[in-house]
């Protein structure tokens, strides 16, 4: 079935549909990189959580995560609200229940962390 390569394993689809034929093609981010991404308020919380360890650092990572979702979340709720391209609203509409899911499991985290 689609996306088979001589060996017998899959190939992965580029963001394109085209198959990753050169695995050169591809290469992550560095951490450096994306740290220039962040804006100021990214950089004091990378900084805070590079100064923790341990359970305080659990702590820190799920807090910081829950505030992240919590903004996306409202980003998707003003789009879903105000957006003029009703597929980007179905889009964001199906989004925001990803974003719910995964704060829900946020807080589970939150709650055993104590």
């Not at 394109?16 to 804006?39: H, I, N, S, V």
């Not at 919380?45 to 990572?61: I, T, V």
């Amino acid at each position: 079935m689609g996306n088979r390569r001589a060996g017998g394993g899959l190939q992965r689809p580029s963001i394109d549909g085209t198959l990753w034929r050169d695995k050169r093609r591809f290469r992550p981010a560095r951490d450096a990189q994306l740290e220039t991404m962040l804006d100021a308020e990214g950089r004091t919380a990378l900084e805070k959580l590079r100064s923790l360890q341990g359970p305080a650092f659990d702590k820190a990572y799920v807090l910081l995560q829950s505030d992240g979702h919590k903004k996306l979340l409202a980003i998707h709720e003003e789009y879903v609200r105000s957006g003029r391209d009703r597929e980007r609203r179905n889009v964001a509409r199906l989004t925001r229940l990803l974003i719910e899911e995964h704060l829900e499991h946020l807080e589970m985290l939150r709650i055993r962390l104590g």
